[in-house]
Nanobody, 120 residues
Framework: QVHLVESGGGLVRAGGSMKLSCVAS????????MAWYRQAPGDRREMVAQ???????HYADSIKDRFTVSRDNAQKTLFLQMNSLKPEDTAVYYC??????????????WGQGTQVTVSP
């Protein structure tokens, strides 16, 4: 069984910074694309930042130039550095990963989510 565990969420004031981490564990053959998603109450889940295995990135317009996604393949860890936070960034942030459990099989996994609250 593969598990993704997020950490680093909490309460921060507008303009502040926060760094999220996501650690993958279990019977992993390879980790391919990884991404951060977020979902506020009553809203749809949206992709925030994506990073491929080779390091190519894509960001949502709402957080462009404020957030930076990175990964450490040796540590099987995904990061999201969030700067200049706004109240609109308040949401549950989820870690997502496409993970091969063997050469033949790839599945999509989600973490449990971590709450980020940005106060005015």
């Amino acid at each position: 069984q593969v598990h993704l565990v997020e950490s680093g969420g909490g309460l921060v004031r507008a303009g502040g910074s926060m760094k999220l981490s996501c650690v993958a564990s279990g019977d992993i053959f390879a980790i391919n694309d990884m991404a951060w998603y977020r979902q506020a109450p009553g809203d749809r889940r949206e992709m925030v930042a994506q990073i491929t295995r080779d390091g190519s990135t894509h960001y949502a317009d709402s957080i462009k130039d404020r957030f930076t996604v990175s990964r450490d393949n040796a540590q099987k860890t995904l990061f999201l550095q969030m700067n200049s936070l706004k109240p609109e960034d308040t949401a549950v942030y989820y870690c997502d990963a496409d993970i091969q459990v063997s050469k033949k099989y790839e599945y999509n996994y989600w973490g449990q989510g971590t709450q980020v609250t940005v106060s005015p």
